[in-house]
């Protein structure tokens, strides 16, 4: 069994309200997955019945291959999550916490691991002062160090970037990446940072409504989508976009052009149609002063799909 | 099991307020202490205290013919003549002076201060790990829900049975040190009125344990409020009222209604039965234990019930 994670036909009712409607999903082990998703798609509501907190009204949750939905006590052993905010006991200190929240798993855990965990989230100055004087970043990196502490196999992290700094989120960033590929520990991370999620995951999966609209693979987008989508969208800048638009229309007819402004010319192709066109265009001796990819960045695709889906959905509620 | 109640322990020992509250227990005794020492000669018996209780009895029995219609009163009369006949017969001359076994048994009022006490921690122990949101990652660890609320529940007790260890064990000594043993061991106990003879410390342990029986019972209530409603005000509030209101409204209700017997305050003073009067006719010891029992199991079951039912939201 390679998979970290299993969600099966999850659906959970409140009442007459559908929060989570069939959701579906597969997570491997040694992958990270960002959940996205709008405001009350369904996100919060998803891992709380990933780590038990909530239960289901139908389908189930695997964990490592076990049922959350009838093995809790043993899911959770092998889970480890921060749910919403970094919650903690103020009048403790942040060692008294993590000593409090070890003991309360099955193994024990020793002094040892506590401070291991304590250096690699960056706390162990701060550690036996009282949670009550922690910044928001610092109760993030305690909240990491309280997921790690029974060493894992599955991470939950809800939010888990909100107020690290720059550093902290890079830090934290590099972290998640090397306990998947060094521990083949399976993560889920849910965030409002795109950027984050975009560089931090191999692949999202996009909830709305509590339906899964899509699932991406973050690497393949970046590194092959001019390969595998033709239609990729080229920004060239040039000396006068509307005599290069001419030269290349006598040219290349199929070519998709659209000039943006005096010096700014939008083509649709492939790699090698590019490379054509630069020749083309170089031969005219035309100055051409640079040839970008207009990647959609993560967060446009996101909008782009949430807004479609929205409308679709909200269409046809409406009917 | 153990190991979450220490866990639950482990938190309680760092708050500053049950320490506070055990201060505050230990000063009321002093407190209550002083104010005896001052007031000590209003206990002073006189050289013919035979005559002085057969004077006193007269009277009572007087007072028992002009108010015939009120059972109580005569009731209580009948039981105070007895044990004056009881003392002139038997050679028993009353406690000459305040002596610790009396002062403690005049510091068990201090019980509802502890009752109190307890109950703040019982509503907030449950209700304060969902405002904390601390819940969260205590429930997503392996602990069955069940057991870490049975163990929340066991703390509490604890505290509470250490709480009202710790006044009987201050007044024992607070008394030994100001008011000494006293010149006698002997209890004498009223029932129906048929006089017996105990020795105090039995009467005095006895007594103590029958008067923290609401406190247990409020505590209890306050903790399952706790878990159903998640809200520390509403179940510390709702338990209080009960705890200060719910003796005088059963009074209330037990001159006119028969059923008042199955309220739970009828059958919280079990020294009724020891001496003194059921609340309602016919109500027995056993009775009261069984009632205790059932609404326990109502105030528990409906805890633990909606505590691993519910999700955590």
């Known amino acids: ?319 | 099991m153990l190991t979450l109640i220490r866990n639950e322990w482990f938190k309680l020992r760092k708050k500053p307020s049950i320490y506070l509250m055990a201060i505050i227990i230990v000063l009321l005794v002093i407190a209550t202490g002083m104010i005896g020492k001052v007031t000590e000669d209003a206990h002073s018996v006189p050289d013919n205290w035979k005559e002085d209780l057969a004077a006193k009895s007269e009277q009572l029995k007087e007072e028992n013919q002009e108010h015939a219609n009120n059972p109580i009163l005569t009731e209580n009369n009948r039981n105070l003549i007895a044990v004056n006949d009881y003392r002139i017969e038997h050679d028993i001359k009353p406690g000459s002076q305040l002596s610790v076994w009396s002062y403690t048994v005049e510091n068990v009022p201090l019980i509802s201060v502890a009752g109190l006490l307890v109950m703040i921690i019982a509503a907030g122990i449950v209700s304060g790990e969902f405002s904390g949101g601390t819940i969260k990652l205590m429930m997503i660890r392996p602990a069955a829900r069940w057991k870490v609320l049975l163990a929340k529940y066991l703390t509490v007790l604890t505290y509470g049975l250490l709480l009202v260890v710790l006044l009987l064990l201050a007044s024992l000594a607070v008394g030994i040190i100001l008011f000494g043993t006293g010149d006698s061991m002997i209890h004498l106990t009223v029932n129906n009125g048929v006089v017996s003879e105990e020795n105090v410390l039995v009467y005095l342990l006895r007594y103590f344990f029958f008067s923290t029986i609401d406190l247990w019972m409020m505590v209890s209530l306050a903790f399952a409020l706790s878990a159903i409603f998640r809200n520390t005000a509403v179940s510390l509030g709702v338990s209080l009222f009960a705890y200060l209101m719910g003796g005088t409204f059963t009074s209330l209700l037990a001159e006119r209604f028969d059923w008042t017997k199955y309220l739970l305050f009828a059958n919280t003073d079990l020294n009724r039965y020891v001496s003194g009067t059921p609340f309602v006719e016919g109500m027995t010891m056993t009775f009261s234990i069984v009632m205790l029992f059932l609404y326990l199991a109502v105030f528990l079951g409906t805890a633990f019930m909606t505590f691993t039912k519910r999700d955590i939201a």
């Open chain 1, 1 to 319: 069994m390679s998979l970290g994670i299993q969600l099966k036909n999850v659906t959970k009712k409140i009442g007459s309200n559908t929060i989570i409607d069939q959701l579906s999903l597969d997570i491997h082990k040694g992958e990270v997955v960002g959940l996205l998703g709008p405001n009350g798609a369904g996100k919060t509501t998803t891992i709380r019945m990933m780590v038990g907190l909530m239960k289901m009204t139908s389908g189930d949750i695997l964990i490592d291959g076990l049922s959350v939905s009838e093995k809790r006590s043993a899911t959770a052993q092998k889970l480890g999550a921060i749910v919403e905010n970094p919650d903690f006991y103020s009048y403790m200190s942040g060692l008294d916490n993590l000593r409090y929240f070890a003991k309360l798993q099955d193994k024990k855990i020793g002094r040892q691991t506590i401070d291991e965990v304590v250096s690699i989230v960056g706390l162990t100055e701060s550690i036996k002062k009282k949670v009550k004087t922690y910044s928001l970043g610092m109760k993030q990196r305690l909240g990491l160090a309280q997921s790690l502490l029974h060493r894992p196999k599955v991470l939950i992290l809800d939010e888990p970037t909100n107020g690290l700094d720059p550093a902290g989120i890079r830090e934290f960033r590099e972290y998640i990446r090397r306990l998947a590929g060094e521990q083949n520990m399976t993560i889920v991370v849910s965030s409002h940072l795109l950027s984050e999620i975009e560089l931090m995951c191999d692949r999202v999966a996009i909830i709305q409504n509590g339906r899964l609209v899509r699932t991406e693979t973050i690497k393949e987008t970046s590194d092959q989508e001019n390969l595998v989508k033709p239609s990729s969208q080229v920004v060239m800048e040039l000396a006068d976009s509307s005599k290069a638009e001419q030269i290349l229309q006598e040219k290349l007819p199929t070519l998709e052009t659209q000039s943006r402004g005096q010096r700014e010319l939008l083509i649709q192709a492939d790699k090698e149609t590019t490379a054509k066109v630069i020749h083309l265009l170089a031969v005219q001796d035309h100055p051409i002063y640079r040839v970008r990819d207009s990647q959609q960045s993560l967060e446009d695709r996101f909008l782009e799909i949430t807004d479609e889906k929205g409308e679709a959905y909200a269409d046809a509620h409406s009917q």
